[in-house]
């Protein structure tokens, strides 16, 4: 199968690259260094890459950013940046997907733990990851039969935890992390968020 995967060169991205290129062919996107440029804070530039990449079986998101800071602290713009990015960009990765994923097809997004564990300095951040799994569960009831749409929630990741100087066994490891993607592509399931946690 065709697997476009969008935020390859990151840490889970290139896990799950890693795990996926076993079985299927992997077109990489980013802003910079994969196989097709995208900003998925820019919907043009969405459209552009179903363009150029052609018809695929299956999608897989885990890019995108969100501000991270205190509440009295984010401003206008910090929420509107992480609203149309982190947001809106998996969303109309949604939305765009027509006649471009095979029908049975899925897409894959990526919310996180923040969506339900507050945390002081993640407002913008737990909203968004909010919104990612509410709008999965919509979707999916609304392209039943056309396209499966889950979304994945890591926990912290170990490697993440230790770039951060803290404790990596509190975490889970990239690599487990990316056995849920694949899950996510195999599974017949859809408008599933799937945790993927230290056990
Ligand atoms: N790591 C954790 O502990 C953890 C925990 C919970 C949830 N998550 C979520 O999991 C996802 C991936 O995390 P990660 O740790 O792998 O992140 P990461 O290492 O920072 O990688 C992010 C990837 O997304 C791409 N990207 C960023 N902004 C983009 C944009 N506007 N358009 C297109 N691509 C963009 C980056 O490449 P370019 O910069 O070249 O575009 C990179 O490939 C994120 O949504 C994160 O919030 C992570």
Same mark, same amino acid.
Request: proline share 2%.
């Given at each position: 199968?065709?697997?476009?995967?969008?935020?390859?060169?990151?840490?889970?991205?290139?896990?799950?690259?890693?795990?996926?290129?076993?079985?299927?062919?992997?077109?990489?996107?980013?802003?910079?260094?994969?196989?097709?440029?995208?900003?998925? /804070?820019?919907?043009? /530039?969405?459209?552009?890459?179903?363009?150029?990449?052609?018809?695929?079986? %299956?999608?897989?998101?885990?890019?995108?950013?969100?501000?991270?800071?205190?509440?009295?602290?984010?401003?206008?713009?910090?929420?509107?940046?992480?609203?149309?990015?982190?947001?809106?960009?998996?969303?109309?990765?949604?939305?765009? %997907?027509?006649?471009?994923?095979?029908?049975?097809?899925?897409?894959?997004?990526?919310?996180?733990?923040?969506?339900?564990?507050?945390?002081?300095?993640?407002?913008?951040?737990?909203?968004?990851?909010?919104?990612?799994?509410?709008?999965?569960?919509?979707?999916?009831?609304?392209?039943?039969?056309?396209?499966?749409?889950?979304?994945?929630?890591?926990?912290?990741?170990?490697?993440?935890?230790?770039?951060?100087?803290?404790?990596? /066994?509190?975490?889970? %490891?990239?690599?487990?992390?990316?056995?849920?993607?694949?899950?996510?592509?195999?599974?017949?399931?859809?408008?599933?968020?799937?945790?993927? %946690?230290?056990?």
């Amino acid at each position: 199968m065709r697997v476009l995967l969008v935020g390859a060169t990151g840490l889970l991205g290139t896990e799950i690259k890693r795990l996926l290129e076993h079985r299927h062919e992997v077109i990489t996107a980013s802003r910079k260094g994969s196989d097709v440029a995208v900003d998925l /804070s820019d919907k043009a /530039s969405i459209v552009a890459l179903y363009e150029r990449v052609g018809m695929v079986g %299956a999608v897989v998101c885990v890019g995108g950013a969100a501000k991270f800071k205190p509440l009295n602290a984010l401003d206008d713009s910090d929420y509107a940046f992480s609203l149309a990015n982190k947001l809106m960009g998996q969303v109309n990765l949604v939305r765009c %997907a027509s006649g471009h994923v095979e029908t049975g097809g899925s897409i894959t997004l990526t919310s996180g733990t923040l969506a339900q564990e507050p945390m002081v300095g993640a407002a913008a951040v737990s909203i968004v990851n909010a919104g990612l799994e509410g709008f999965v569960r919509v979707a999916a009831l609304e392209l039943q039969g056309t396209l499966r749409v889950n979304v994945v929630s890591p926990g912290w990741v170990a490697e993440t935890l230790e770039s951060m100087g803290q404790d990596p /066994s509190q975490g889970i %490891a990239a690599a487990e992390v990316a056995k849920v993607y694949q899950r996510a592509i195999d599974e017949a399931i859809t408008g599933q968020t799937l945790l993927a %946690a230290r056990s």
